[in-house]
């Protein structure tokens, strides 16, 4: 019976290893040949293509082509003993499939570092089933989630000077809204409804409805067109400043602090006595300065009736009459009021030195008077004294002054820049 050896040594060409081993000859003889073929082998190899170790390790010394490579441990590892880097080539597209059966859920495709199995290292990158993405976190809450034990920065670079930008859009457009970084001209944009609606230039100055700034050393900028002019309608170029709180008193203010973060000067919006549901308030507004070493304080109050008190936080003459000014000085008050067709001015305390301005419909019948007592409508037996202008504004004509009566008859003195200053005497 022939041996493998004398097989080997009679080899021809036409032969296979299927041929030689169907004849039941065993060798421990080692066995080289070339131009081997076998069923599912075909060898033109002219150095050592496949090398099998004694733990059924398997390496490949050319490059590998397969139409499905299972790993039975599910462990691929491209691995030359670490002198080189592990490399996927593909000529078209790459498709990495988790859950290929579509028997389990909550799979994820990771990329990590410093690790051999599913677990140790430190994981880089997760894609969740669920779609949402993690980098630096293993359990990406949103779509996207970016996470870091120290400050975690985003960053997008230009390498030109085109614009760096974020969108946000809907099913209609996909740029509805865009925050956009003009590298040309280094201002943001923010745009809302596909229209630009606030910019940061590169001076640092905040633009609200406009896109260049007009005005020199002003940090922030409001515009608009509107057409309404009632103030009472609540339209216009508004800015707006809004406590919450329903407690009666509390305020809104607008702080002008200096270097060192101290409060120079305030203006407060006080929301007065209104009906509890934050509408509908009374108000009044509040201005404030500081004095050297102190902390701001009130100096000035424009009430909700519109009466305005400097030195007083309650403007009010007590007389009843219209708009008035009030003004505390050390204890000395002086109001000025609008009583109907006239003014007065009310120096000192109650029913101190007064100064009326009486007007009537005819130019030639108005009246300045001065008194010491608060009977507006009678001055008989007072101490007064009148002045009786018969003139119209700018067109002076003559000037009666009376002390100590109401019915002035004769000029005592007049001075008009269009007229030289007369003096008539009644020697009486």
């Not at 041996?3 to 060798?27: F, H, K, M, P, W």
């Not at 059924?56 to 002198?83: H, R």
């Not at 905040?206 to 515009?223: D, I, M, P, Y």
């Amino acid at each position: 019976m022939a041996t493998l050896s004398s097989l080997i040594q009679n080899y021809t060409s036409t032969e296979t290893l299927d041929s030689v081993a169907d004849r039941g000859a065993t060798t421990n003889q080692s066995l080289t040949m070339g131009n081997l073929t076998s069923t599912g082998i075909d060898d033109n190899a002219t150095g050592t293509a496949i090398t099998i170790d004694s733990s059924q390790n398997v390496t490949v010394g050319g490059n590998f082509s397969a139409t499905k490579l299972t790993a039975l441990n599910g462990t691929l590892e491209l691995d030359d003993n670490g002198t080189h880097n592990g490399i996927i080539n593909v000529p078209a597209s790459l498709f990495i499939n988790i859950d290929s059966d579509n028997t389990n859920t909550g799979e994820d495709f990771v990329i990590a570092k410093d690790r051999t199995s599913t677990s140790g290292g430190t994981e880089l990158f997760r894609v969740q089933e669920d779609g949402n993405v993690g980098i630096g976190t293993p359990s990406p809450s949103r779509l996207l989630t970016l996470s870091g034990s120290g400050a975690t920065l985003l960053s997008l670079v230009s390498t030109g000077d085109d614009n760096c930008q974020v969108l946000f859009g809907d099913s209609a457009s996909d740029t509805v809204g865009k925050v956009v970084y003009a590298h040309d001209t280094n201002h943001m944009r923010f745009e809302t409804n596909s229209a630009e609606r606030m910019r940061i230039d590169s001076a640092g100055n905040v633009l609200v409805g406009k896109n260049s700034s007009l005005v020199t050393h002003c940090r922030f900028e409001v515009a608009t067109t509107e057409t309404t002019t009632a103030i009472s309608s609540g339209a216009g170029a508004a800015i707006s400043i809004q406590n919450l709180s329903t407690t009666d008193n509390t305020y809104s203010t607008i702080y002008f602090t200096n270097g060192g973060g101290g409060i120079d000067s305030a203006i407060y919006g006080v929301h007065e006595v209104g009906n509890g549901t934050g509408t509908g308030r009374t108000g009044s507004m509040v201005f404030a300065t500081a004095a050297l070493g102190s902390g701001a304080a009130e100096k000035m109050r424009i009430s909700s009736a519109g009466n305005v008190g400097v030195g007083t936080s309650s403007p009010s003459s007590g007389s009843g009459w219209g708009k008035f000014i009030a003004v505390d000085g050390g204890g000395s008050n002086a109001f000025i009021a609008n009583g109907g067709n006239g003014h007065q001015m009310n120096i000192g305390a109650s029913g101190g030195a007064y100064i009326d301005s009486v007007g009537h419909s005819t130019a030639y019948n108005n009246f300045i008077i001065f008194r010491t007592d608060n009977l507006a409508s009678n001055y008989s037996g007072k101490a007064h004294m009148d002045i009786n202008s018969y003139c119209t504004f700018m067109g002076a004509r003559e000037t009666r002054s009376g002390i100590g009566t109401t019915t002035v008859r004769f000029p005592i003195q007049s001075h008009s820049h269009l007229q030289n200053p007369q003096a008539v005497n009644e020697a009486n």
